[in-house]
């Protein structure tokens, strides 16, 4: 995908970046982004953690039904 990404390349994107979003605002939108990206990377290790573990996935959760008029009655 980004095979034929070359060093100039990387010059314009970054005098872009400064151009839409000022100097200042650089290292709070790179602070963000690392901060999106580690959660992101966190999120997929706990789904994969998850997938190794099937036994918390198989429990089985016993539900009753309540009568709405009953409850109302008792609070």
Do not use: C, Y
């Amino acid at each position: 995908m980004f095979g034929g990404l070359q060093g100039w390349h990387l010059v314009i994107i970054i005098v872009l970046a400064l151009l839409l979003f000022g100097a200042p605002k650089l290292p709070g939108l790179a602070r963000s982004v690392g901060q999106s990206l580690r959660i992101f990377k966190s999120e997929v290790r706990q789904m994969k953690d998850d997938d190794k573990n099937p036994s918390a996935a198989d429990e089985t959760v016993e539900g009753k039904i309540v009568d709405p008029d009953r409850r109302e009655n008792n609070a």
